[in-house]
């Protein structure tokens, strides 16, 4: 009976049940239903286990660190720099959306806060300038894919703990497919700006002006180097890193550009709390529907199923990235990674894929998926901030989530792409 926890679980997503409560309702009232009463409470001790994770610790201080730096104004000083760099381009303030995305990266990790952010800033931007709701609210989505594929990353964290693997490796194989996933939506934009006329920005920076912008920016942009550089380093572990980030936040914040006051810290607070909160709870509900697909023997048959279709990494590679497509539009990718990766990860590296690279195809794919019609996250985010309908925006977003396709298909099967740069600091075979 245990192996219906799947399609019970899909079941109570399309009625609406939220997502945390369906992970726990569907192996719960199964396991009841086949007398295994023990295991309901192994089930439901595992939310908290799930939770008790010193590497994930790292996931509220990131969280904690995005609110410090985006109410402390470091989101306007990423805009003005990238303004300064690209805004003169035609479809410039579209370019800028991108390349912010790009910076916000660096800072948060979270494609939700990058779209919040960001979005309320640079969408009445756009609209003001000339273009239209639904690509402002589009190109925002799309771009803000980026920010858990470029270091830090929640979802990278998430994966590291759930498989064993390096966090610090994780991190550096997704700087490439970030980077790609960033140039290749401002090649989309190029040529839907040449087609479609898109505004040009009334004049050009000078370079005095462009060094100015780059000066404001510069502590917020030196976030990423001080945790990368410290976990290369080996000064402080990922969790450490967070925590680092945050009391720079604070510094930047408070002391050198005085843009925070002791009367905000409760909300923001509050607010990194909160976010925290939900993600951390999914993560505690998903490795307890983790406990039932080990129960269920899921992972041997989903196993033998797929090696029955072909023996050949290449088409099997390509099968799982529809799959991974097809879960990402219902399912975030939090709990996504922590129940397939247990399951398809051994499966793939018995084929001799490389761990961290099957890691950064996963990553990247459910990471897609949170801008993907009909559940993707950011979608209904960046609603909010447009005042645009979902399904709008879903339609508008389709070139650009083409060219994320591409880019999925790219480092899947160019390996390199992904695995140089952890290879040469040495965090990959």
């Known amino acids: ?99 912010s995305s790009i910076l916000f990266a660096g800072l948060s990790g979270s494609a939700v806060a990058d779209t919040s952010a960001l979005g309320s800033m640079l969408i009445p931007a756009m609209e003001k300038q000339g273009y239209t709701r639904k690509f402002a609210a589009a190109i925002t989505a799309a771009s803000s894919v980026i920010g858990p594929i470029i270091p830090p990353s929640g979802i990278m964290i998430i994966y ?96 050198i550009l005085r843009t925070l006051t002791l009367k905000e810290v409760p909300e923001i607070l509050s607010n990194a709390g909160m976010t925290s909160a939900v993600v951390l709870l999914l993560v505690g509900a998903a490795m307890a529907f983790k406990t039932v697909v080990s129960l269920s023997h899921a992972p041997e048959q989903l196993a033998s199923l797929i090696l029955s279709l072909s023996e050949n990494p290449l088409i099997l590679l390509f099968l799982i990235n529809l799959l991974l497509f097809i879960v990402g539009m219902f399912l975030d990718a939090g709990p996504a990674i922590i129940i397939l990766g247990p399951i398809l990860g051994p499966i793939f590296t018995s084929l001799g894929v490389d ?36 399904e709008t925006i879903a339609k508008a977003i389709l070139p650009f989530l083409a060219v994320e396709i591409i880019v999925i298909f790219l480092i899947t099967y160019i390996p390199a792409l992904s695995m140089t ?7 990959a075979n």
């Open 1 to 99: 009976m245990l192996i219906w926890f799947l399609p019970t679980f899909l079941v109570f997503l399309l009625i609406g049940l939220p997502v945390f409560f369906a992970l726990l309702a569907a192996p719960g009232i199964l396991l009841w239903l086949s007398g295994q009463t023990n295991d309901i409470t192994l089930l439901y001790r595992n939310v908290y286990n799930g939770m008790d994770s010193f590497p994930l610790m790292a996931i509220p201080f990131f969280m904690l660190a995005g609110e410090l730096m985006n109410r402390g104004g470091i989101t306007i000083r990423l805009v003005e720099f990238s303004q300064a760099l690209m805004g003169h381009l035609r479809g410039g303030l579209a370019h800028v959306n991108v390349l």
């Open 355 to 390: 761990p961290i690279h099957f890691a950064i195809i996963m990553s990247v794919n459910l990471t897609v998926g949170l801008a993907t019609p009909p559940m993707g996250l950011v979608l209904f985010v960046a609603a909010a901030v447009s005042r645009e309908r979902v």
């Open 421 to 427: 740069i952890p290879r040469i600091t040495g965090f």
């Open 160 to 255: 590291a703990y759930v498989m064993g693997e390096s966090v610090a490796a994780l991190f550096l194989a997704g700087i490439v497919p970030g980077v790609m996933v960033g140039v290749g939506l401002m090649l989309m934009i190029k040529v839907m700006a040449d087609r479609y006329d898109f505004p040009v920005a009334s004049r050009k920076y000078t370079w005095p002006e462009r060094r100015q912008a780059s000066l404001k920016a510069f502590f917020p942009l030196m976030t990423p180097v001080i945790i990368l550089g410290g976990i290369l380093g080996g000064i402080f572990t990922p969790t450490e890193a967070a925590a680092v980030a945050v009391g720079y936040a604070f510094i930047i914040g408070f002391f």
